[in-house]
């Protein structure tokens, strides 16, 4: 019994890397043909060179793109966690339907299409003059990532024991040195994490950057859209693994942290 309880779990781990990998290599692939020499995209490349990366940094549009998703995803990171944070405490104190239908509400960026949250943003950003605008762009990109921090706050609320603050409210402690001195380390791995699945949303998104961004705000998802439609070269690569060098450090930051906020 042992050695087919072994076996399958072999089996399903097998079958589970396997699947793994045909979803990442594709992905992964975008890494070697960033060192090709030539023009056209090799793997693996004939000849390795980091012409495209000189390339890349030394083009003004690409950096100005680069940037600008910087603070785009800064800006929309920390008005998430803010936002997201109090709409987490503020359903943990309801029940009922009115929390499942607040729940639904704020889920709903991730329920409906992009496309569909994109045109309506889009005709509301026209009305106030938020579109081509850096500050529009932050604001679109909150509703997406507000989702993100309400999951991962409200799931460290869970374990927020409330004779805690029943216990510091009853030696004195004002509400705010409650939030700070209980909730807060309870829920600080929950905020760390919203704020990386915030950033990293905020960093790839271009479905709603491509209706809401300008001349004077352009992402770099949106510069790598509009290079696409243009002409196909390798400094795609090179943006594309910036991409995912972003996303693995701060998934490994996440890690990180997360451990070493484990008892």
Excluded at 54 to 64: H, I, K, N, V
Excluded at 188 to 193: T, Y
Excluded at 212 to 229: Q, S
Aim: glycine share 8%; hydrophobic share 55%; charged share 10%.
């Amino acid at each position: 019994m042992r050695d087919r309880g072994a076996g399958f779990r072999f089996a399903v781990h097998g079958l589970g890397s396997a699947v793994l990998a045909f979803l990442l290599l594709p992905i992964l692939a975008v890494v070697p043909a960033s060192f090709n020499h030539g023009t056209f995209i090799r793997i693996p490349p004939e000849t390795w060179s980091l012409r495209w990366y000189q390339r890349f940094f030394a083009d003004p549009e690409w950096l100005s793109s680069l940037w600008t998703s910087f603070e785009v995803a800064v800006i929309a990171t920390v008005l998430s966690v803010l936002l997201g944070t109090s709409a987490a405490l503020g359903l943990a104190r309801v029940g009922g339907r009115l929390r499942a239908t607040l729940t639904g509400l704020v889920l709903a960026p991730m329920i409906v299409p992009v496309v569909v949250t994109a045109v309506a943003l889009y005709y509301i950003g026209r009305y106030w003059g938020l579109t081509g605008t850096m500050l529009g762009l932050a604001v679109a990109h909150v509703l997406m990532c507000l989702p993100f921090v309400v999951l991962n706050v409200g799931v460290s609320l869970r374990g927020l024991d409330p004779t805690w603050l029943r216990a510091a409210e009853g030696l004195g402690a004002s509400p705010a040195r409650v939030f700070l001195t209980v909730t807060m380390p309870t829920i600080l791995p929950g905020l760390f994490g919203g704020a990386v699945f915030s950033l990293i949303t905020s960093f790839d998104e271009v479905v709603m950057s491509i209706f809401l961004a300008g001349i004077r705000a352009k992402t770099l998802p949106v510069k790598m859209w509009e290079t696409v439609r243009l002409e196909f070269s390798p400094v795609l690569s090179v943006a594309s693994t910036l991409l995912i060098v972003l996303t693995v450090v701060l998934f490994g930051l996440f890690r990180l942290a997360d451990r070493r906020a484990q008892p």
